[in-house]
């Protein structure tokens, strides 16, 4: 079982840059764009990878692309989280679960994403990372939460889900879970 990597991008970072003019996926954490770094590291975890972005943001589009991802534009990314994991789940239907990964968190290990991928290839059908007994993202789901993931909307994206059904809980050695980049102050390793 090959899990689809969905690597959310198309948020507008306001508490980063209320103005807007600055995209925070963009600025740079060990020498490139968060948003590459938060790729490189799924792609170096999982055969394939779908970005989701927002639309008119091409510079995203295509970094991401000639790293080796997929790439989609969500048409309603500023009504939320929900639209965008929507518009990913919508078009990898067919995938045997989803490792699902914030673009603005670009110290996940890899290894901590293969980690949830084996909890889901073994039988979990949702898997959580935790650090330091605080639960973090990405996380994975089989592909028996489909009709849950495909009626998601709203910014929670699938917060929901994760509290109503039962998760596995991975324990990991990996900060990165519970970091990510919603200040200038972030930005620092």
């Known amino acids: 079982m090959a899990l689809t990597g969905i690597l959310l991008a198309a948020g507008r970072g306001k508490r980063f840059d209320p103005s807007g003019v600055e995209n925070k996926l963009l600025q740079r954490v060990a020498g490139e764009p968060v948003v590459a770094a938060s790729a490189r590291n799924m792609l170096a975890a999982l055969p394939r990878v779908l970005a989701v972005v927002r639309p008119g943001d091409d510079r995203v589009a295509v970094l991401l692309g000639r790293l080796g991802c997929e790439v989609r534009v969500c048409a309603d990314a500023d009504l939320g989280m929900g639209e965008s994991l929507v518009t990913a789940i919508d078009y990898t239907r067919g995938a045997e679960g989803w490792l699902i990964g914030l673009g603005d968190m670009p110290w996940v290990r890899p290894a901590t994403m293969r980690a ?53 809980e991975v324990a990991v050695d990996d900060d990165g879970v519970v970091r990510d980049i919603d200040t200038r102050a972030d930005l620092t390793d």
């Open 116 to 168: 949830l991928a084996a909890a889901i290839e073994d039988g979990a059908n949702i898997a959580a990372p935790v650090y330091q007994g605080r639960r973090g993202n990405p996380v994975a789901f089989s592909a028996y939460h489909l009709p849950l993931l495909l009626a998601l909307d709203g910014d929670q994206g699938a917060r929901a889900i994760v509290h109503s059904h039962p998760v596995h």
